[in-house]
């Protein structure tokens, strides 16, 4: 079987290897320069590793993966422009180095791509692979939108936010989980087990990274600390904290999210404490470790020896310790 | 068979008839209102009227049809946003109605369901449908860059010009045709004569466009005469006479391309003139002719009867001869 790290290699050395074409120059370059920055390829990773659960082979499983990928980079250079993000992993984002327009259209162009390349699988599992990819593509959308509408709203429920992060971010692990698990020759079953199995860790991940924005180790999560306080982000945090504060934090809080930029640290500070005083990190902690349980009790159902899981456990595991 | 106008009925009222989630709004109700806005339909009809040239039941291509011009929308709801364009068939662009981002974040979700409506033609025919239609959807995007790249450009050969609107505008429709021939069960030779047949009508179609926007019946094109004169588009028509004028009138040209909108009636008039000194009308009206007859030459070589063919001959004339 194979390492994370060897698969992270293949995927990076398959990503460099693509060829297009040299005009317009103005269409593919901001592609090329998308696809360098260098992300964790974290779903590429995991379409792999499920297919690996099944089938010592994984080259025919790897098309889709940069499929998966490249629709991935789609959704951050549309966002980027939308979030009028001036960086993306440390470099200027294609819409600041290039302009809004070409970042529209190189977008556009990025994600029929990602749609060809999904589509090199073996012809008998096109519908199928299609079929949930599409589904999941579409979620991804209304995902953004409902992100996009909260920022007007003044409070969001629980519920409506688990749905938001399921939708924007857990249904495109889940479904490279299941892409690659079919292409390793998974029954539908276990391709279910594996999207599940996603779809839980991809929300704990997700609320793991609200978490970190506060209460992370700067060095090491490579943020700043209180960027989504900052930028008043409807995070698990300041949901959470809306919904359980009394009348007087609310009021301070509401106070300090329609502050200026100028006093960001004091504000970072007072938001924190509140967060603090409603114990708002165990709150969600305990919402992490469910997710988290609930996602690696699918995998115990799995028709797949426990040795042959013990890769991909011991990957999402680490990915789920990380700077905690 | 059925006539363009039995056809275009039953693509109205597939469109009319898809049912949108309620829930993000903002994201499905700019594509309900994109949809409604009642194009000509060119696309399914003619991908329709391919399919009845070698099948008289045309239900299975429907799905299809609907795909390709849902494309078709989603480009036209990213470009007027790339255009800063006000209107779109007489009313509000989306990104007027609503906002830009909605815009672009609800055309990534139309791109996405005009696969999913495109990929639900049987499976031993999806591999090869999918890969027209990406390669077609790609060189749409590459025409949409040449066209933004033609804007700073001072002047624009010939070849390129064409190559331009063959990506941009002419490839769509060949694909349309050729998806529509493969679904009626067309061997890949008369498919492909149908792809060719509409990569040529296609230029013409564009080069009578340009035509039409300096030499049409006001009260029948619908737009107002010199459009692009005004907004120094790069027609047929201003990259002829660039290349065709002495030094005196290029000299005119870039006078008059160089003024503000105040003087625009003035300008509409004098680039007129010079186009007329140039005979520019009868170049194009050449150039039309010749696409026009290289096109209904791929239609001969169809193993199809004659009688068969009537439909689509027709049709496609009437098209051509509108308003000239």
Not at 200 to 205: E, P, Y
Not at 220 to 240: Q, W
Not at 267 to 282: G, P
Request: charged share 20%; with cysteine; hydrophobic share 45%.
């Amino acid at each position: 079987m194979y390492t994370p790290e060897e698969i992270q290699t293949i995927v990076n050395q398959k990503i460099a290897s693509i060829e297009f074409p040299a005009q317009p120059a103005d269409l593919y370059l901001p592609i090329q320069y998308v696809l360098s920055l260098n992300g964790k390829r974290l779903r590429p990773i995991l379409s792999l590793m499920s297919c690996n659960l099944f089938s010592d082979s994984i080259d025919h499983a790897l098309e889709a993966a940069i499929g998966i990928e490249m629709f991935h980079n789609f959704t951050l250079l549309h966002d980027d422009i939308m979030d009028h993000a001036d960086k993306r992993r440390g470099h200027p984002t294609v819409h600041r180095k290039w302009n809004e327009n070409i970042a529209i259209l190189s977008g556009d162009a990025m994600q029929i791509d990602a749609v060809r390349h999904l589509s090199q699988v073996p012809p008998e599992l096109l519908p199928k692979i299609l079929r949930r990819f599409l589904q999941t593509a579409m979620e991804v959308c209304e995902g953004q939108q409902m992100d996009m509408d909260f920022e007007t709203l003044s409070n969001v429920s629980r519920e409506d936010y688990l749905e938001m992060i399921r939708l924007k971010t857990a249904v495109l692990l889940a479904a490279s989980l299941q892409i690659g698990a079919w292409l390793g020759g998974a029954s539908d079953h276990d391709a279910g087990l594996l999207y599940r199995f996603g779809l839980l860790l991809g929300q704990a991940f997700q609320l793991q990274d609200d978490l970190l924005d506060v209460y992370g180790d700067v060095s090491v999560f490579g943020k700043n600390i209180g960027g989504d306080i900052a930028a008043n982000k409807k995070t698990y945090l300041l949901i959470t904290a809306l919904n359980n504060a009394n009348e007087s934090q609310k009021e301070l809080l509401f106070h300090w999210m329609a502050t200026d930029s100028t006093h960001v640290l004091e504000k970072v500070k007072v938001i924190t404490a509140i967060y603090d005083d409603l114990n708002i990190k165990t709150l969600c902690e305990n919402e992490i470790a469910s997710f988290h349980d609930q996602a690696f009790r699918a995998l115990s159902g799995l028709s797949v020896p426990i040795e042959r899981q013990q890769a991909i456990i011991n990957y999402t595991t680490r990915l789920m310790k990380r700077q905690l």
